[in-house]
């Protein structure tokens, strides 16, 4: 919620002389006492339009450190946090063990026998757990430190590589992964939700810049071990669905 007592009116006051003074960090002072409205009325468009004339992005944006728990004393498994709050699409197994997957020594392990109602032979979708479990693990790591949160969170994959060692069979995914401080999406939602005499398209143009100006990445590299699953769920999916095709094709004939 905004702030406005004394302390921050106070606060809002010295850093508007100092950007009168050319103070480039009053300057950015001063438009995050807009964004969040600590001092002043929340504005949105005015935080944009200063950030703008410093003509620079947030210092803190070149680069976000996500949380290695596989680093922190006391953390769980991997597999036992995301059981402890991961939410499956319909009746996908979680058959998955081993560790955070940040380096090819420890990678998660996917393995059908650990998991208690799949039944052999019944279809399994290697790809869409995989999915899964890199987004868990992504959350994880953006939203365990309360003071650097991450929202809207994107990632893409860079790479993706099957790696065969011998028995092993290795997926190494490179990942690219970006969001918004959290304390910033927060202020743009308040904004968007109040009325505003402005035209739709300058507070548009406001939230999208204020949006990348503050955006944070970093990447990161997830190894997972799939030497447990059978053959025939390790197609690729492109070619999953090349296959799915030529069977309904042949079905219509």
Known sequence: MPINNREALIYFRKVTKGREDGDANASRALAFCYLSGHGVEQSVERAAAILGMIGESDPMAKGFVPQRHD???????????????????????????????????????????????????????????????????????????????????????LDREVVKEGDTTLIHISLKVHGCPEWVWLALGRDWKMPHRRTPRSKADAHDFIHKWFLRSYTADCWIDISKIPEQFREPPEDQRRAKNAAKGKRRR
């Open 71 to 157: 680093q922190t004393p006391g953390a769980p498994s991997f597999a036992d946090a995301v059981r402890a709050d991961f939410r499956m699409a319909g009746d996908t197994p979680l058959p998955i063990a081993g560790g955070w997957g940040y380096d090819r020594a420890h990678p998660i392990v996917f393995d059908l026998a650990l998991d208690a109602g799949y039944e052999e032979g019944r279809p399994f979708d290697l790809h869409l757990l995989e999915r899964l479990v890199v987004e868990n693990r992504i959350f994880l790591e953006c939203v365990m430190r309360a003071a650097d949160r991450l929202s809207a969170i994107e990632w893409r994959a």
